[in-house]
């Protein structure tokens, strides 16, 4: 099997296609998770289809690659044939969740849960912070919004910069684009968030909608509409790039440069399914910075998920062993570049990738583009992210729920 040839494709709400699958194993054994060996990539791409072909089939095997997964989607832009595995495996998914539910270790991670590992980092925000996110819940009418998404509410600080001048701040946790949902194979609480924010848009009036977040991003322009959302008349904008724009231009002046500086990129696994080298933005804005970008032996559309996303299969459900692993991965990878920065562009990378810090080998600290380019225009970003990954652990271990109860989540109001 030679090297793997990534052919970019956006989400398609379409079952795993049986009859187009030639069972080569590629989806598998290219798995920036789980590289398995040929052989055994093509046995286990044939048992996974036996999932849903089968009632009561299992494989202790099929249920290990199962567990592993991180729904990264990098499975679906490698097969040669576009038969969808990543599909595969949710609808795998949803169908177990539709027989069994969930571990309730799961519920403390299921975004409209009140509490939930957010909840408890914004309770714990100091003043200043809480007044943003507060203000930002505001429903007046606006024609042109930045939305902050899940992640930047947790770190609003990174807003406090003449970066966001000029920008009308709205969302809300309520309002979460279901990224979450969606990687977990949750069908129903997609379409239940796709009514959600297609009511809170419309609500507001808003014709332009700014994200800094690619999971927003990819969700409100390509997964949400599958989902039954109207978003006719709304143009969602990348944020990055319209940083990138204002950094070329000169608009904002570069007081500081890196020059010499090596960088390595964590890429958020939405990014390889947004657009067609949509991970070029980052890398061409740190360049412009100074920075000489490397990359690390898993990136772009290999990039393995910071963590969050070894959390998602629902044998794993959010199990604090497996998203320390996840964690420890993605910072084995990074380190492996020999950079002097390790950057993100998802502020939800970064929480994960702080956290992970604490349970991992030492590295170099991660820092979000955002704050390399405060850095750049003269000004001295607050860095909290160690203080929110510390909430979010301990939030999770005083908080998450054990033993063999399991639950299903509720209808989303």
């Known amino acids: ?10 989400y398609e709400r379409k079952p795993f296609c049986a009859d187009a699958c030639t069972q080569c194993g590629r989806c598998l054994a290219e798995c920036p998770v789980m590289r398995l060996p040929e052989e ?10 036996r999932y849903l ?22 499975c ?56 943003a996110v507060e203000a930002w819940k505001s429903l007046e009418p606006a024609e042109a919004i930045f939305y902050p998404g899940c992640n930047i509410i ?15 701040i709205r969302g809300a946790l309520e309002y979460c684009c279901g990224e979450m949902y969606f990687r977990m194979g949750l069908y129903d609480h997609v379409e239940q968030v796709a009514a959600k924010t297609t009511a809170y848009f419309r609500r507001l009036g808003v014709r332009e909608v700014y994200l800094l977040c690619t999971a927003g991003l990819n969700l409100f322009r390509n997964v949400l509409p599958q989902f039954g959302a109207d978003f006719a008349g709304i143009r969602f904008v ?9 950094l070329a231009s000169g608009d904002l002046p570069v007081v500081k440069r890196f020059d010499g500086k090596r960088i390595a990129l964590q890429d958020p ?14 890398r061409a804005l740190v360049e412009l910075l100074g920075f000489e970008v490397v990359e690390p032996p898993c990136s772009r559309q290999s990039q393995l998920c910071c963590g969050i996303g070894s959390g998602f299969s629902h044998q794993a459900a959010y199990a604090k062993a497996d998203l320390i692993r996840g964690q420890r991965q993605c910072l084995k990878n990074a380190q492996a570049a020999g950079a002097d920065y390790i950057a993100a562009y998802c ?3 970064i929480e994960m990738m702080s956290a992970g810090k604490y349970v991992s080998w030492p590295s170099k600290p991660a820092y979000h583009v955002i704050e390399l380019v405060q850095e750049a225009i003269g000004e001295t970003p607050p860095r909290r992210h160690r203080r929110i990954a510390f909430d979010f652990m301990r939030g999770t271990l005083l908080n998450q729920e054990g033993g063999r109860e399991r639950f299903f989540v509720p209808p989303i109001e």
């Open 1 to 10: 099997m030679g090297p793997a040839a990534y052919t970019f494709r956006r």
């Open 269 to 282: 696994c939405h990014a390889k399914l947004l657009e067609a080298d949509y991970d070029q933005w980052p």
């Open 53 to 74: 072909e089968e009632e009561g089939y299992s494989s202790p095997s099929t249920d290990a690659v199962l567990k592993r997964c991180t729904s990264c989607f990098a």
């Open 40 to 49: 055994r990539a093509q046995r286990e791409i044939v048992s996974l289809a």
């Open 154 to 168: 947790t770190t609003p600080y990174l807003t406090f910069s003449k970066l966001f001048d000029g920008m009308d």
């Open 347 to 349: 502020s939800g990378c």
């Open 76 to 131: 679906n832009l490698v097969c040669p044939n576009d038969c969808r595995p990543a599909n595969l495996i949710l609808d795998v998914w949803y169908r177990q969740y539709q027989r069994e539910g969930l571990p309730v270790r799961a519920r403390y991670f299921m975004p409209h849960s009140v509490p939930n590992f957010r909840t408890y980092v914004l309770d714990r925000l100091p003043p200043r912070e809480k007044a």
């Open 238 to 246: 990348s944020f990055l790039k319209l940083l990138y724009e204002r």
